[in-house]
T-cell receptor, first 114, second 115 residues
């Protein structure tokens, strides 16, 4: 298996712009998760998909955030009208619904909002 | 509610020695999983080890072992024979069977291995 991949690795944008991140999970992993990590903290859960269905969204996921997984494979996370407080590392993880259901993470996308 | 606590912001260890990173948790779920991840400066979260709440034996994976004390709600990570490449942030995480989507992470411990 190739690992979870995320693109871009880094994104610098101006406040008010929209940004979109992509996550490609490990093939045949039917669960996909998005987390946000700020400096000095552990990752915080944002949302997750089982196949193409978005089953849960954290209260951290404001209405400016939207995530999709249209064909149950890759996923996108879009942030509209970015704010400086959105600056963080955005991590994607995937898992197979079996056993420990261990989540495997991608390298993350570091977002800086100027 | 689930909560993970890592009380050591930073730890130092001499190369080739063993080190224990502390983790305590709180949950009302009757069944849960405990995980440890390593995050080097590159940012990627690397899965290290898993312990199920009903597992009778402590989990081991190479130089990593998990000292699981269920009554004390602790799941400490032991790294034996530390290597310079072990220097990283280490996160303890938990997922309850009733919250299998929401994995909670501790604040992490920064481990520095000294030559």
């Amino acid at each position: 298996d190739t690992g979870v991949s995320q693109n871009p690795r880094h994104k610098i944008t101006k406040r008010g712009q929209n940004v979109t991140f992509r996550c490609d999970p490990i093939s045949e992993h039917n669960r996909l998760y998005w987390y946000r990590q700020t400096l000095g903290q552990g990752p915080e859960f944002l949302t997750y998909f089982q196949n193409e269905a978005q089953l849960e969204k954290s209260r951290l996921l404001s209405d400016r955030f939207s995530a999709e997984r249209p064909k149950g494979s890759f996923s996108t996370l879009e942030i509209q009208r970015t704010e400086q407080g959105d600056s963080a590392m955005y991590l994607c993880a995937s898992s197979r619904l079996a056993g420990a259901d261990t989540q495997y993470f991608g390298p993350g996308t570091r977002l800086t909002v100027l | 509610a689930q909560k993970i606590t890592q009380t050591q912001p930073g730890m130092f260890v001499q190369e080739k020695e063993a080190v224990t990173l502390d983790c305590t948790y709180d949950t009302s779920d009757p069944s849960y999983g405990l995980f440890w991840y390593k995050q080097p400066s590159s940012g990627e979260m690397i899965f290290l080890i898993y312990q199920g709440s009903y597992d009778q034996q402590n989990a081991t994976e190479g130089r990593y072992s998990l000292n699981f004390q269920k009554a004390r709600k602790s799941a400490n990570l032991v790294i034996s024979a530390s290597q310079l490449g072990d220097s990283a942030m280490y996160f303890c995480a938990m997922r309850g069977v009733n919250n299998n989507n929401d994995m909670r992470f501790g604040a992490g411990t920064r481990l520095t291995v000294k030559p």
